[in-house]
């Protein structure tokens, strides 16, 4: 027998994978804005383009049939595909909006703090965001930059790190009066933040007491899941935290914490700016990875007055 090799017709195409995931002809109508006759007409012609049926009517229901549990999931799939090829056409021609995802301690400690600069410096930008950690599609979520922290480099994506990580202990002044010297923090409430207990190299109290000679110190201090609450905790005077260099550097710069050992840990991951390649000759993103640059560039003093230590063996 003889098979038909052309395509049927997109709108008959669509019209299949709408009924194939509602399972039903009126709800796929309702979605596609057209009349059930109409539909249950565009599913009759791919019927017969195919040569075969691909639903079987039921009384009050409509169920797939071989042919058509054979096509609903690559038919599925190619209306994504398009939906989200789309997309991306339409963001290229869009100047006006940036879309950014970070992680929710990101977001609170570096981004929130700073985007008044930006706004002031763009007006004529939107920006959205999205405070999540989970893993993003560009095309699909509608996303036009990730900021992420890790480690290695995803070699499909316009990729530039951002300044080196490293640990550090930080507290309010008033607590770093009271603790002088690091042997000192033996008797202080030292915060958990275990947001980085998945780093291959260990950055937390332990890491560094030990790379600083002494007897690793061991937390007795409130435990917490997100970076930005440990912080908030030692803000609030409650104890003293393991800071991360880019959600405590404002902080530090500004005087609301101080780290008054002066030497730091590195984490030997980063936080990394990520888009689409080609995406960044967009003016709107190429202007937020300036921005970002150029506020790193602003706290580069507070960095480089830091003594990173040499790790040691460990734990």
């Known amino acids: 027998m003889n098979m038909p090799t052309s395509l049927p017709p997109l709108t008959a195409l669509r019209a299949f994978d709408a009924a194939a995931r509602h399972m039903s002809f009126a709800q796929a109508a309702a979605e596609l804005n057209v009349t059930p006759a109409a539909l249950s007409f565009q599913i009759k012609s791919l019927e017969e383009h195919l040569g075969a049926p691909l639903f079987r009517r039921l009384n ?15 038919a599925k799939a190619a209306f994504e595909t398009l939906t989200n090829g789309w997309r991306a056409a339409q963001r ?14 990101f977001t609170a400690k ?26 993003m599609d560009f095309a699909r979520d509608d996303i036009d930059v990730a900021i992420r922290f ?20 930080v507290m309010v002044p008033e607590l770093a009066a009271k603790y002088p010297t690091p042997e000192d923090l033996t008797k202080a409430v030292l915060i958990v933040d275990e947001s980085i207990d998945f780093l291959d190299l260990p950055a937390g109290w332990a890491a560094w007491s030990t790379a600083m000679g002494m007897e690793a110190l061991i937390p007795n201090g409130p435990r917490f899941s997100q970076a930005d609450h440990a912080l908030d905790a030692a803000l609030a005077g409650i104890g ?5 260099r880019a959600l405590v550097i404002k902080d530090l710069a500004e005087g609301r914490l101080v780290a008054p050992y002066g030497t730091a840990l590195g984490t030997g991951a980063r936080f990394r700016f990520l888009c689409q390649k080609g995406a960044e000759t967009r003016p709107q993103i190429a202007a937020f990875l300036n921005w970002i640059l150029r506020e790193i560039d602003k706290t580069a003093a ?4 830091m003594t990173l230590l040499e790790r040691t063996a460990l734990e």
């Open 150 to 169: 890790g480690f290695g480099v995803d070699t499909t994506l316009f990729n530039v790190p951002l300044a080196e990580e490293w640990v550090t202990p």
């Open 60 to 74: 009050r229901a409509v169920e797939l049939t071989d042919a058509g549990r054979a096509m609903a999931p690559d």
């Open 302 to 305: 507070v960095a480089d007055a």
């Open 110 to 135: 570096w981004l929130a703090p700073r985007l008044f600069e930006f706004a002031q410096e763009h007006p004529e930008i939107e920006l959205r965001f999205s405070a999540s950690l989970r893993l």
């Open 240 to 244: 003293v935290a393991m800071g991360r």
């Open 92 to 105: 290229t021609q869009d100047h006006q909006s940036l879309t950014v995802t970070a992680g929710p301690a």
